[in-house]
């Protein structure tokens, strides 16, 4: 690119007031901030808690490669791999895990502290103390079907 | 949505009553009629309480609410964005195939407001500013407002390869493949 034109961006895109707090060698696979600035991330089976300061403040290893993290309830930690639902508390002890049946594709804690994780098998839901709540198989159920193309 | 077979996009987009588990709809077809047997979910955002924009490979994007689910708001064909993310005020940005045009999409109702280009190539799923969007790119963030004008530049050393943010208030987690950033904003 000339250099000319590259000033020209320069000059269209000022300089933004923001400060970066601390920076690490890490291969983040997924991960989740809480709004106190703590990040919990996973690298392949190792989940790590890092603080504000982006000190480590604890780590803990699944049995597999944990493809999704979400923050609970009391600086919770829920963790997904595989086929199951991990869930760690605020130091990363270890409290429950509880099978998805199938491969979990996605994961989500809702207002009321629900753990929601949607596996090849469909959605559930666990309690904060890990006990299913409900589970819903889409491939099975009897409703509506709606065609947005209409 | 789910992705069971672990293909690009997901197959299918439910709505559940999170509090029983029950399905309230099961957005099938959105690409023509009669529907397709098979559809390919590239993305979904949530845009309000009971609304959606589901992108579909052929489809584009369309807005799907929950509660009204039997008909599209809208839809607006389209290639499918490299990165759709949704700012305030109903506003959405899709970022194209080439990571350097960009639009403005108007969520509530479906229309394109606003078309430009970015100076460099976005390398990662823009994220919502109070107003506009922030855009990373090689070496740093772009600041984008909702006019898509670019107001500026944060310049971040060595940020590359696919990045990912996760924002909270006044920060942002970027990773990218071998760093993790905090960045107050």
């Known amino acids: ?150 | 949505m789910s992705d069971p077979d672990d293909t690009f996009g997901a197959e299918y987009v439910n709505v559940v009553d999170t509090g029983d588990g029950s399905t309230l709809g099961w957005f099938t077809a959105i690409t023509q009629s009669p529907p397709k047997a098979q559809i390919e979910v590239t993305s979904l955002d949530v845009i309000g309480p009971e609304t959606v924009v589901i992108g579909e490979r052929n489809a584009g994007l369309v807005m799907w609410g929950a509660v009204v689910p039997g008909r599209a708001a809208w839809r607006y064909k389209t290639e499918t964005p490299m990165y759709v993310s949704v700012g305030a005020g109903y506003r959405m940005l899709l970022v194209g195939q080439d990571g350097t045009s960009m639009k403005a999409l108007d969520a509530a109702s479906g229309r394109i407001v606003k078309a430009a280009r970015l100076p460099d190539e976005a390398i990662g799923r823009p994220w919502a500013a109070t107003d506009g969007f922030y855009v990373p790119v090689e070496g740093g963030i772009l600041s984008v407002g909702s006019d898509l004008s670019v107001s500026g530049r944060i310049i971040v050393k060595g940020l590359g390869g696919n990045v990912r943010a996760v924002s909270g208030p006044g920060f942002v987690f970027l990773m990218d493949d071998d760093e993790i950033i905090m960045i107050s904003v």
């Open chain 1, 1 to 150: 690119m000339a250099a000319a034109a590259l000033a020209a961006m320069t000059a269209a895109a000022p300089p933004v007031s923001a400060a970066i707090g601390w920076r690490i060698s890490a291969r983040a696979d997924c991960a989740s901030a809480a709004a106190d600035k703590t990040l919990a991330f996973a690298s392949g089976r190792i989940v790590t808690m890092l603080g504000p300061d982006g000190k480590k403040l604890w780590s803990w290893q699944a049995p597999a490669d944990v493809s999704f993290l979400e923050r609970g309830p009391e600086a919770s930690v829920y963790a997904a791999y595989s086929d199951t639902l991990t869930k760690l508390d605020a130091k990363g002890k270890y409290l429950w895990s509880a099978t998805a049946y199938e491969r979990i594709y996605s994961l989500l804690v809702l207002a009321d502290g629900k753990a929601v994780a949607g596996s090849g098998y469909g959605a559930l839901a666990f309690d904060t103390g890990g006990k299913k709540v409900w589970e819903s198989d889409p491939q099975n159920a009897v409703y509506p079907i709606y065609d947005c193309a209409t």
